[in-house]
């Protein structure tokens, strides 16, 4: 590749920038384009168009790019491609066609059948239109715009034969696997393969017709005359496509010469409106008539003979007279709404949650057939909103659609004609309306709902084989570059685009808004999301706040197209104002807010100022003195609102950004979750006084103050007791700069609560209702013992949804819940961290770690917990029914199965038994690790002194044990408490500190290779206290054997806590743990 080979190379450009110049067969340059940004990658469908002139002609080079991500193993390289914009195929059969922009028809290109050619502008001032010459003909009076998406059918003037040549062309987007960014494809226009248009003479008269050129159609030599005989049908197409699809008709062939009337009107039809009829009467009294039907694909210009007329010219259903009356009825289907749950239940974070919630309400379908002949469909959905429950996220409503009582969110009315004898379906009306829809959006929902979708992409991605990705594009491109006029896919876009089309007689889109929120957070490199393409530009974004997306109308009559085809012109229409409106978006960045916000409000006043007097002026004099003071009023009131809420905004970006720079996680997380409390209190009561808004105040700046003063002193013991003398220059540091700005941070965030309150007080405008989600998040609990995170699927219950909050603290707490039982005096609940047990106060909860469960069991009507403290074992004891303490039981046992502690079903306390584990010599006696941990007398240890001979002597009697001991678990048991005890006792009062003890049992069966073993944080040595199966020389606990290591921290002190952190590493794992439950504990 990096020579170039097969149209590749490799390009790097450290300003993310491609400039592209073209040249051409005759060896001449063009200009070199402006600068591209290549850094965002785009879907594959998007392809940019880039316009090249040459240097010294007129010649215009069109061409096309787009970028996209290699395949997931590549993911960080980008793909840029360079196509021509426009590819013109000819799929005649044996019919050659020329081609030629219109005004430069001597630089004509001719097209093989069955081929294809890249096409250029020979002339860049001309309009962007070509035109059309067979090879026995001359040049098509019409022409076709390659810049407006559509099918058409045109004439083409033929010098061989009678009858006319008629092609069908189609300009349409390109595919993402055709090399082209427009395709303009061109075929003939014959019966048997479904045409646009179909000339069909049903009479026993010759019918002449042409197109109406002229505005007032007297030019009786103007336009090619077709004639139809008695039964004749003909593929028909327009002259000049670009003029009215008016076509005149008679049957009297003097009517097109010179020497007729110019004064008598000839009859006309309006090709594009369904059931448009125009008729003639014949001299036996009779009546010719003419009519735009759909048959299939096709509309059909039909002539027929009858008496019948109708004086209006409308779309009529076909109804057939000598059937029955068609049946009047109507269908009304009325719901109250429909809701759905995302369940993420393979989160490798937890047990699985629900992480959104879709609601719908307000359902009115209503369904009716007429006597008329018509389908009458309304569908109207008054609300719609999604609840975003992923923790940790910035807004919890993902979509909000406003309500309104008299105006649904979604309205759609759809009126079809029933056409008993054709196949096609014709829609007399049909319009759809939205209203606004407000987005908001952060970094962190979206790359969870892309890892909640990762399975679906990952199967894709194991189909394409990424392995061979590289030789498969090679491949790809060396085809192309050696064959570049074979096709690829046209004749199944023509296959589409000529089959299946419907008919709409009016197509009403009405406008769309959206107001677009983004907030861009820091976070880790994800792998899942690395490989997606909007993640490119997710990441490249900066924050948004209430960007305005306004999307016009779109409003056609008389459309008849496939539906692939007229989505893709409908997509094309929004696609080009959503690239139009960056500037919008732009505008709505957070940092340019606060200046919206003002000019805004100033606006708003200014309009009233002028309107106000002008309007009461028209009434009378004291009226417009009215008028004048409204009108100053609001100017003034806008003034100080806009300065107000641009000062907000502003102070609380400053805040925000202050925080950050503390870094100071623990700060920063309760700041983030004050404030969210906030919003759900706003949320439940927005109606609050000035005396609410200044108590919030004085606590954020209280909080601010606060975490200020406790980073003077604990900033510099952390960082010191992690890294020495250089982490104590760098946490004084940090204490330094956070006890100047987190006092700022709470300041500001008072400020902004203030302010917000005076503007929203001082604003006309009506206090907006604050959004809120439809409900609680749905608690689910755990499936079964056995099926890890995996959670149950159960209807909502509110009262489980309300204990949810309580563990996890109204959503600011990772935890999750697993279920919980009421029992009497007591609420049980069981979560992914804690036991909890809520008695009589429920703003005490006693929440008890796995870990510390020693063991549990029922006995009769009562349930025990053994539980380990500070102060040794300690029971709990509950007593309900068989069937409450059987769901605590269950609850217990899904955390406690795997675990060495007791779950005795038997209820009996036997222990656990470890007889069966590999590499254990005896048969242990039923052990429960912790239960010797009780007060230990003076006498029991002996004299402690302030040195390390009760290691020792631990040593020695650690060091005679091994599993061929049936009590071994045991004594290794208290051996590790007399540790523990000795150093309570050898270190007292001011002195004391704190110590871990760990314990390695091998039950692999394998050997064990002990790497380190490592004090990080403490004041002692890491001693290392074996059983006789460890090799010391070479460090290898064999199967059956334990080791005991343990150590203590410094004494406690304002610079110093006293932690105690030990890091050990093996062939199977790494840990580091400390002397009490934390984030710096971790196993892998």
Request: hydrophobic residues 40%.
């Amino acid at each position: 590749w990096s020579l170039g080979m097969n149209g590749m190379t490799l390009f790097f450009s450290r300003d993310e920038t491609i400039a592209l110049s073209v040249k051409s067969h005759t060896g001449e340059k063009s200009q070199w384009t402006s600068l591209i940004d290549v850094s965002n990658a785009m879907p594959e469908t998007v392809k940019t168009a880039i316009s090249i002139d040459q240097y010294y002609g007129t010649r215009r080079f069109e061409l096309a790019y787009n970028i996209t991500l290699c395949s997931s193993v590549f993911s960080r390289t980008r793909q840029i491609t360079f196509f021509p914009r426009y590819q013109v195929v000819n799929l005649l059969g044996t019919e050659s066609l020329f081609i030629a922009q219109e005004g430069a028809l001597d630089s004509a290109i001719c097209i093989p059948p069955q081929s294809y050619i890249h096409f250029h502008w020979e002339k860049s001032s001309l309009a962007p239109k070509v035109r059309l010459c067979s090879e026995s003909g001359s040049w098509s009076r019409g022409c076709i715009q390659l810049d407006k998406i559509g099918v058409t059918a045109m004439r083409i003037p033929s010098s061989t034969g009678s009858k006319p040549m008629v092609v069908q062309a189609e300009v349409r987007l390109a595919t993402k696997r055709q090399d082209s960014a427009v395709i303009v494809t061109i075929w003939a226009s014959i019966e048997r393969s479904n045409p646009l248009y179909l000339l069909k003479n049903s009479s026993r008269h010759t019918i002449f017709c042409r197109q109406k050129l002229s505005e007032e159609g007297l030019n009786r030599d103007d336009g090619f005359v077709w004639t139809l005989d008695p039964g004749e049908s003909i593929g028909f197409g327009f002259d000049d496509p670009e003029m009215p699809h008016i076509l005149q008709w008679t049957s009297d062939t003097s009517r097109f010469t010179s020497e007729a009337s110019p004064t008598t009107p000839m009859p006309d039809v309006e090709v594009d409106a369904m059931g448009s009829r125009s008729t003639i009467a014949l001299p036996d009294g009779s009546e010719l008539s003419s009519e735009i039907q759909a048959e299939q694909s096709t509309k059909v210009i039909l002539f027929s003979e009858g008496t019948a007329s109708i004086e209006n010219p409308k779309l009529q259903p076909q109804i057939d007279d000598d059937d029955d009356e068609i049946v009047a009825l109507t269908l009304r289907i009325d719901l109250s709404g429909i809701a759905m749950s995302v369940i993420d239940n393979m989160s490798d974070n937890g047990p699985g949650r629900e992480i959104l919630f879709l609601t719908t309400e307000g359902w009115h379908v209503n369904f009716s057939q007429s006597r008329e002949g018509f389908h009458e469909m309304e569908l109207r959905l008054k609300a719609l909103q999604v609840d975003n429950f992923i923790f940790d996220t910035e807004h919890p409503i993902l979509i909000y659609c406003p309500s309104n009582e008299d105006i649904p969110f979604l309205h759609l009315s759809v009126v079809r004609s029933i056409q008993e004898h054709s196949e096609t379906l014709v829609f007399s009306y049909c319009a759809l309306r939205i209203t606004l829809i407000e987005i908001c959006l952060d970094r962190k929902t979206a790359e969870t709902i892309a890892q909640f979708l990762h399975p679906l992409r990952k199967a894709r991605e194991e189909e394409q084989n990424d392995e061979n990705w590289i030789s498969a594009l090679t491949l790809k491109m060396k085809t192309r570059y050696s064959r570049p006029k074979r096709l690829r896919d046209i004749e199944k876009n023509v296959h589409t685009a000529n089959s299946g089309r419907i008919y709409l007689e009016k197509l009403h889109l009405h406008p769309i808004r959206l107001s677009l929120t983004f907030t861009q957070e820091g976070l880790e490199w994800n792998p899942v999301t690395e490989g997606l393409m909007i993640f490119q530009l997710i990441r490249g974004m900066a924050s948004i706040a209430d960007a305005p997306l306004i999307f016009t109308s779109f409003v056609v009559s008389h459309a008849f197209e496939s539906p692939q085809t007229l989505l893709g012109i409908i997509s094309a229409h929004y696609s080009s104002q959503l690239s139009s409106q960056i500037l919008t978006i732009l505008g709505s960045l957070v940092i340019l807010k606060a200046p919206a916000d003002i000019l805004s409000n100033v606006g708003t006043g200014i309009k009233d100022f002028f309107y106000e007097p002008i309007n009461g002026l028209v009434h009378g004099p004291a009226e417009f003195l009215e008028g004048l003071e409204s009108g100053t009023s609001s100017l003034a009131r806008g003034v100080f609102t806009g300065l107000v809420r641009g000062t907000a905004s502003v102070t609380e970006l400053v805040s925000h950004n202050l925080a950050n720079l503390t870094s100071d996680d623990v700060f920063i997380d309760e700041r983030n979750a004050y404030k969210k409390k906030l919003m759900q209190a706003l949320r439940v009561d927005a109606t609050r006084t000035i005396q609410d808004s200044l108590l919030v105040a004085g606590t954020c700046v209280a909080k601010g103050f606060r975490s200020g003063a406790n980073g003077i002193f604990e900033q510099p013991s952390i960082y010191a007791s992690r890294h020495g003398t250089a982490g104590l220059v760098k946490g004084v540091g940090k204490a330094f700069v956070g006890a100047i700005v987190k006092p700022v941070v709470g300041v500001g965030d008072a400020a902004v609560v203030v302010m917000n309150h005076v503007s929203e007080t001082t604003s006309d405008k009506p206090i907006a209702i604050a959004k809120a989600n439809k409900r609680l998040r749905r608690a689910l609990p755990c499936a079964s013992v056995k099926s890890g995170n995996n959670v149950k699927l159960i209807p909502y219950d509110e009262k489980s949804a309300q204990v949810q909050q309580i563990v996890t603290s109204r959503e600011t707490e990772d935890d999750a819940y697993l279920g919980h039982v009421q029992i009497p005096s007591y609420l049980i609940i069981a979560s992914d961290q804690f036991l909890w047990i809520i008695g009589d106060d429920p703003t005490n909860p006693r929440r008890v770690r796995w870990a510390e469960i020693s063991r549990f069991g029922i006995y009769g009507y009562f349930m025990k917990i053994d539980v380990f403290s500070g102060q040794g074992p300690r029971s709990f004891t509950f007593e309900s029914s068989l069937k409450d303490l059987a769901v605590l039981f269950g609850l217990l046992s899904m955390k406690m199965e795997n675990s060495s502690h007791c779950t005795d079903l038997d209820l009996s306390l036997r222990g656990t038994s470890y007889s069966n584990l590999p590499g254990i010599k005896a048969t242990q006696a039923g052990h429960v690790f912790g239960s010797v941990n009780r007060h230990t007398h003076t006498e029991a240890i002996g004299p402690t002194k302030l040195n390390d001979e009760f290691i020792k002597r631990c040593y020695t009697r650690v060091n005679r044990m091994g599993s061929f001991m049936p009590n071994f678990f045991q004594l290794l048991d208290l051996e590790v408490w007399l540790l523990i005890c000795s150093v309570g006792q050898m270190f007292t009062g001011l002195s004391s500190r704190r110590c871990i003890a760990v314990g390695i049992i091998n039950g692999s069966g394998e050997p064990i290779q002990v790497k380190r073993v490592k004090l990080v944080q403490g004041g002692s040595p890491c001693y290392t206290i074996p059983t006789i199966e460890y090799n010391k020389n070479q460090g290898v606990l064999h199967p059956g054997g334990a080791i005991i290591c343990f150590g203590w921290g410094a004494i406690p002190s304002l610079l110093q806590p006293g932690n105690v952190l030990i890091n050990i590493e093996t062939n199977l794992f790494v840990t580091n743990l400390t002397d009490s439950i934390s984030r710096s504990t971790v196993t892998q």
